[in-house]
Structure formats: C-alpha cells, structure tokens
C-alpha cells in the first residue's frame, strides 16, 4: 500500500515537509508519537516504506520492527536510517533480528528529521514501534569578562517548557540577565526588556513554551558591566503526548496497490491540516482534513486515504471518490473541516439532490446535513464539518 504522511513537529516531532507529489511512488512516509504502535503493510513486496522523524540534537532515537509471519512465510523487514539530508548513516547501531530490526538507541549530532526507512523481500504485514528520548537539561558556565553577551543553545521539541535561570557565581561580581530566547529559524523569538535601574535583572524565566517550528533555541545572556561569571541552567519539560495504536495495513485502507496511498500528519493541540499530496487528475487529488486548535488536547496522528465504496441502498450514483479519515477511534473536540472531491458537471448550477455519505468505524452510514456543506464548483470540491474520522463520500441523482 502507497502512504505518505508528512508531519507537524510535536509529539516524538516526527516531521516532513513532502517536497512535491508523492502519489506515483511506492513510498510510505508515516509520522507517529513516541510509544505509538503501528501496523502496515509491505504490498507489493518491493514497496519502500519511510517512517520520517525530527528529532533535536542529543536526542536518543529507538525503534523495534518486526514481521508477521504465519507459518514462516511473511516479510522480514530490514532497517536503514538516514540522516537529515538523505544519506545513510553508516553507523547507526541496528540490530538484525529473527523477525525484522532494531534502532537501538542512535543519539543524533545534529538536529533535523531523519528517516527510517522499511524493505521487505516478501508481501505481508509488520509492526512499529518507536521510542525517543531528548535532554531534559542544560548547563553552562560563562565568563562574562571575555564578553558581555553569551549564547546558550538549547534543543527542544517544540511545544516544551522551558525553565532558564542564570546565577552569578560565588564572590564573583556583576548581575547577568536573561536577554532573549529565539528559535534559529526566526519562527520563535521572545524578548526580555532592561530592568529598570535599581531593579534586579530577568535572572529567572519559568514554564516558557517554545514555540516555532525548529528544534534549536537560542538563549542570549548577557552582562551589562562585562564582567564576573555566571552558570546558566535550563530545566525542559516535553509537551504531553498521547500514545496510540495506528492501522496502516491493508485492512485499514485497502489492498490494491495501484490506488491506495494514505497521507496523514502529526497534530497538536494548535491544530493543522492533512492534504492528499498526489499528482493532477489523481481521484484522490482535493481531499483533506482541517484540525482546528483545540480540537485535540495533546499530539496525535491525523490519516487520510482511500475507501472502499459507502453502500447506501438507494438510487444515488457515486460523484466522487470514497476519502477515510482515521486511525480509527480519533474524535475531534472542535468540529474538522473534510474536503472531498467531487464531479461538479454531474449537477445543475443549484447541486439538486447532492449528497455527502459518512460510514463510522462500526459500519453504520449516515447522512451528512445538507446546510452544513459548502460545494466549490471551481475546485471540485465539497467541505463539511466532521467531529468524528470515518469515510466520506459524494453522491448524486441518477441522470
């Protein structure tokens, strides 16, 4: 089965920016929180699966890939992990198992989103799981008589609280401040101002969410009189995560290899959005789901993909392609956005007897409310709010 799922930083930050349309290759690129477990599948056996992770430097990244196998027949997966800019990373500590792989603790030197790449020799199903830990602490001394103005770096995952305090030293003079705290990317910067004079400077910031889209950070200290020393700490709490089980398998999203490319992201409390990444003129091509912020309390992974057709019992012929929204299970707090695509010249100028079809994870199909869909004939689309994932589908009038 084709996925493509790239990802939001939050949760384990399993991030990708997909760099144009992947529906053509045999690439799956999935994103997941740590202590997810995943289920896919390797159909054809050729297929290429790629699990994509941005992880900050000093983080340790952990994952255990296994095979099914019934009666001995079944894939065996092999491992490969690839550094932020593609390449192999030659000495990655993976272990060969009986049944697939291991990641066994790889710390990375830099930060940026690494890729864990999955091949088979055979057709079947296979399990993930992956695990990171970052550094929950930082610590330096500086020497504010070589200059008045120090740079920390710290690397995070977005999202994390941050407690920063800054001390001069025992018999040493001066009173350092805490400047500023920046994303290197510019995404994030906040700023603490001069104290008034006679007043103490910032010398402790508490519970500051870092904010951005990077993993490094930039705390800026500095020494108005330039001199003594000082040791600056950084206490980091990661944001809440929310383990799942995902079903990525062809009993999840279909079993014909040519139509079947599932896409999803990472999603945090923030929100975000998951778009079909497909070439012009693929059915699926139009369809996606918009999280708003608040619609979940903590990171979570968001698919897209195809269906199997919604049997409805009636008269109505299918307008457009059968979209599932999963894992299976999510519920949004705040009501998504789901965009189908549609065949806009199977209806007149007013959309008589357009009809948009939901099928719940237990199979039963309702009626999606005519006054809450909105059609956009120039796109080919029709949107409507959802507060549950299942699968959609537009249908019309016999002509």
């Given at each position: 089965m084709r996925r493509a799922v790239p990802i939001v930083a939050a949760c384990l930050a399993m991030a990708l920016a997909v760099a144009g349309p992947r529906r053509a290759s045999a690439d799956v690129l999935v994103g997941i929180c740590s202590g997810d477990q995943v289920k896919g599948s390797f159909l054809p056996a050729s297929e290429v699966e790629s699990y994509v992770v941005r992880l900050p430097a000093g983080s340790k990244l952990s994952a255990t890939v296994a095979g099914k196998l019934v009666k001995g027949v079944g894939p065996v997966p092999v491992m490969t992990?690839?550094?932020?800019?593609?390449?192999?990373?030659?000495?990655?500590?993976?272990?060969?198992?009986?049944?697939?792989?291991?990641?066994?603790?790889?710390?990375a030197s830099a930060s940026g989103d690494y890729t864990i790449r999955l091949t088979a020799n055979a057709e079947g199903d296979y399990a993930l799981k992956?695990?990171?830990?970052?550094?929950?602490?930082?610590?330096?001394?500086?020497n504010f008589g070589i200059t008045p103005s120090v740079d920390v770096p710290v690397h995070a995952i977005p999202g994390s609280a941050a407690t920063i305090r800054i001390a001069a030293l025992a018999f040493q003079p001066g009173f350092p401040r805490i400047e500023r705290v920046r994303s290197d990317n510019g995404t994030f910067d906040v700023s603490f101002p001069p104290p008034p004079p006679s007043t103490m400077p910032v010398m402790l910031v508490k519970g500051l969410v870092l904010g951005g889209t990077s993993c490094d950070y930039i705390v800026t200290v500095s020494e108005p009189?330039?001199?003594?020393?000082?040791?600056?700490?950084?206490?980091l709490v990661a944001a809440k995560m929310k383990a799942r089980k995902v079903d990525l398998t062809t009993r999840a999203f279909g079993s014909d290899p040519l139509t079947n490319f599932v896409q999803g992201t990472q999603v945090g409390?923030?929100?975000?959005?998951?778009?079909?990444?497909?070439?012009?003129?693929?059915?699926?091509?139009?369809s996606s789901v918009a999280i708003p912020a608040g619609a979940f309390a903590a990171a979570s992974v968001v698919?897209?993909?195809?269906?199997?057709?919604?049997?409805?019992?009636?008269?109505l012929r299918v307008r457009g392609p059968a979209v599932r929204v999963g894992?299976?299970?999510?519920?949004?707090?705040?009501?998504?956005?789901?965009?189908?695509?549609?065949?806009?010249?199977?209806?007149?100028?007013?959309?008589?007897?357009?009809?948009?079809?939901?099928?719940?994870?237990?199979?039963?199909?309702?009626?999606?409310?005519?006054?809450?869909?909105?059609?956009?004939?120039?796109?080919?689309?029709?949107?409507?709010?959802?507060?549950?994932?299942?699968?959609?589908?537009?249908?019309?009038?016999?002509?």
């Open positions: 992990l690839l550094d932020p800019d593609g390449a192999v990373v030659p000495a990655a500590p993976i272990v060969v198992t009986k049944t697939g792989a291991k990641l066994v603790a790889f710390v992956v695990k990171r830990s970052t550094p929950m602490s930082v610590a330096q001394t500086m009189s330039d001199r003594g020393s000082a040791l600056f700490t950084a206490q409390p923030a929100g975000g959005t998951v778009a079909a990444d497909v070439f012009p003129g693929d059915p699926l091509a139009g698919v897209l993909g195809p269906a199997s057709e919604i049997a409805h019992g009636t008269d894992p299976a299970g999510t519920k949004f707090a705040v009501a998504a956005t789901v965009t189908l695509p549609f065949d806009a010249g199977a209806f007149d100028s007013s959309h008589t007897g357009l009809t948009v079809l939901a099928r719940d994870d237990h199979g039963l199909v309702t009626t999606v409310p005519a006054g809450t869909v909105s059609v956009d004939d120039a796109a080919g689309t029709v949107s409507f709010p959802a507060l549950r994932v299942g699968s959609f589908q537009v249908f019309g009038p016999a002509q």
